[in-house]
Structure formats: C-alpha cells, structure tokens
C-alpha cells in the first residue's frame, strides 16, 4: 500500500520559517514527481511547488517564489518544502502529491499538515 505522510506543520509567527517533510513508502519513489499543494479556508487546492524525479527541475507558485524551496532525497523517500518569510496568507493545509511518469493517471495524496502563521 501507498502512504504519503507529512509532517512539521504548526504554529509560526509571520517572518518565520518552517520545513515541511513528505515521506513516502509503498512505492518506488524515483519514478514520481512530487508536488505540495496548499488548501486555505474558503479556496481551493493550489499548486505550491513541485519537483521532478531527480530533482533537477523545480516549479513554484508566483506567490512563494523566492520564499519556499521544494527539494527532495530519493535515498529516504521524501520531498521537504522549506518555507521562509511566512505570512499569514500562508496559512493552510498543506498536501504531499506523487505523481507517476511511467503509469498513466497513477497519482496519490498525503492527508496533509496545517501551517498557521499568525502573532
């Protein structure tokens, strides 16, 4: 079986950091691209960042370009998201995704961390 499980979400103050961690287990974790996905109260999920297999190629959001880094260690299994300069629009549930570049449609979810930044 799959699991996606993230961890080091909590309470932080604006101007904070916090590092998100994904590990993955159940799969051969090489082959996937990975992503982080965020869920504010009231929006939709979006696209944070993402990560190709090998980690040579990262994409990010305008609004956390230059703030989070996204990278990952296939020797353990996981993908962090580093996050820096935190502000209260940062504020959500935050999603690890896997998504296979060799089956078609092969995608799976973690249930997710909740980051809050507030004084």
């Known amino acids: 079986q799959v699991q996606l499980v993230e961890s080091g979400g909590g309470l932080v103050q604006p101007g904070g950091s916090l590092r998100l961690s994904c590990v993955a287990s159940g799969l051969t974790f090489s082959l996937f691209n990975m992503r982080w996905y965020r869920q504010a109260p009231g929006k939709e999920r979006e696209l944070v960042a993402s990560?190709?297999?090998?980690?040579?190629?990262?994409n990010y959001a305008d609004s956390v370009e230059g703030r989070f880094t996204i990278s990952r260690d296939n020797d353990v299994n996981t993908v962090y998201l580093q996050m820096n300069s935190l502000e209260s629009e940062d504020t959500a549930v935050y999603y690890c995704n896997a998504h296979s570049t060799r089956t078609f449609g092969v995608y799976y979810w973690g249930k997710g961390t909740l980051v809050t930044v507030s004084s």
């Open positions: 990560i190709s297999r090998r980690g040579g190629v990262a």
